[in-house]
């Protein structure tokens, strides 16, 4: 059987770290094993589902180079959706329910307080005709629920291994609303199986809800793709991070100039036992991808730790590869390539170019210690006439170590500073040809 994989977000919101983490695993699995990576859309709730979410979530799909197969949207199967309610209510699995939500909360602190788990009496599920006809007079709204069989629930999980729930221990679930929405746990069930997905990696938060859609699959005539959930994501402290996700959009991490192999790396890695290490390229991330090398742990997260990661991989740019972006700072053809190789050892994010270009053409804020400034005034002046090369550093610190005695650090440092007001960076020899103004002491 073809391997065929999905990530399905809701367009309710902008995709975040922890939603990568769930659609490279899925990704890297089809890709790995030649296989199809669909792109679906769980878009069932159209007050909250928007077309620009949408939209942004193929950007960011695209930025990352997560190519999908096809794209589909549960908002367009709603009558596929109808026709599977109809099969599980020949089937005798599915019962209107007409509990308003105090209703339910009452009896929910009623079970707690008794120290029983809070799971739903089935009420409902005896009603004559009659009776809801009743409901329905007084104004109830009904909405459906699955009968769960209450037998234990058994799956070999890719991460989390063997796993047993026991049925009477879940409440059976909504699939529809009293409005008409159809629930996630139903329209995924369909969908996984109309789609013939034959393996899903999501979050341990999921475990239940796989538990009872391998029922409805099954109820449905669907056999039940094979499942893996990953662990929950928290911040350096442990802390939750899903409070946090709003300022961990991937569109944010890439405003902050994360590169998209940085953060490709890290997810296929984290919370595995394997290192996280920066990877050359996709082709490598696939070929080293094992979903049975994750663990069930919580797994920390800190943005900050992109941006070592980030700098690797843009330090290690060929030329070719920012060629237009340098052109669009405005540097010369003729010194565009001497500017990369001067600048690239000294930024993080391809933003920090700007900051070198800014200081290259418009000159630095000389930084001077009170001590320092009769040396540098003097040294400044013997500066040789332009055009700089490479070797103008060495003979003038020569020329300048001559005239005033100093040496080492107390001879290069000042210069440096005076000239980039920068303590540390690129080779002063390399500098030398690229600065365009000589500060005032």
């Not at 070999?156 to 291994?161: A, N, S, Y």
């Not at 746990?185 to 475990?207: L, P, Q």
């Not at 953060?263 to 094992?290: N, Y």
Request: some cysteine; hydrophobic content about 40%.
């Amino acid at each position: 059987m073809s391997t065929v994989t999905r990530f399905a977000p809701s367009p309710t919101g902008w995709i975040h770290v922890g939603n990568l983490r769930t659609a490279l695993m899925n990704y890297l699995i089809a890709r790995k094993n030649g296989g199809q990576f669909i792109l679906r859309l769980d878009d069932t709730d159209q007050e909250r589902s928007k077309e620009e979410y949408a939209d942004g979530i193929k950007a960011d799909l695209e930025w990352l180079g997560l190519h999908w197969d096809r794209v589909e949207k549960q908002s367009l199967r709603m009558e596929r959706y109808r026709e599977a309610a109809d099969t599980l209510r020949a089937a005798g699995r599915f019962y209107e329910c007409f509990e308003t939500p105090t209703e339910l909360d009452l009896k929910r602190k009623k079970l707690l307080n008794m120290g029983r788990p809070p799971v739903y009496d089935r009420t409902s599920l005896n009603l004559t005709e009659a009776e809801r006809a009743a409901m329905r007079a007084e104004g109830r709204e009904g909405y459906w629920r699955f009968l769960l069989n209450q037998n234990r629930i058994e799956w070999t999980d890719g991460i989390l291994g063997p796993i047993s729930i026991d049925a009477a221990s879940v409440s059976d679930p909504v699939l529809i609303r009293a409005d008409g929405q159809v629930l996630y746990t139903f329209a995924s069930s369909v969908d996984d199986i109309d789609m013939g997905v034959t393996f899903i990696v999501r979050g341990a938060d999921h475990v239940t809800n796989t538990a009872t859609q391998i029922q409805i699959m099954g109820a449905l005539g669907g056999r039940p793709p094979a499942f893996a959930h990953h662990s929950m994501l928290t911040g350096a402290e442990d802390e939750k991070l899903s409070k946090r996700f709003g300022t961990l959009s991937l569109r944010d991490l890439r405003a902050r100039g994360v590169e998209p192999m940085a953060l490709l790396s890290m997810m296929a890695r984290l919370g595995s036992s394997k290192p996280v290490e920066l990877a050359g390229s996709m082709e490598e991330l696939i070929e080293g991808f094992d979903v049975s090398s994750f663990g069930a742990a919580p797994t920390k997260f800190d943005p900050e730790d992109l941006f070592p990661l980030t700098r690797h991989h843009v330090q290690g740019l060929p030329f070719a590869a920012v060629r237009e972006r340098i052109a669009a700072l405005g540097v010369p053809d003729a010194e565009a390539e001497a500017f990369w190789a001067v600048a690239k050892g000294n930024i993080t994010v391809l933003a920090d170019l700007a900051e070198w270009w800014a200081l290259f053409r418009d000159g630095a804020e000389p930084v001077v210690d009170e001590a320092d400034r009769e040396f540098v005034a003097k040294a400044l002046a013997m500066l040789p006439a332009k055009p700089w090369t490479q070797g103008t550093w060495g003979e003038w610190t020569s020329v300048v170590k001559e005239a005033t005695g100093r040496k080492g650090k107390d001879l290069f440092r000042p210069l440096r500073r005076a000239l980039t007001g920068r303590d540390a960076g690129p080779e002063m020899a390399d500098v030398m040809p690229l600065l365009r103004k000589v500060p005032t002491v």
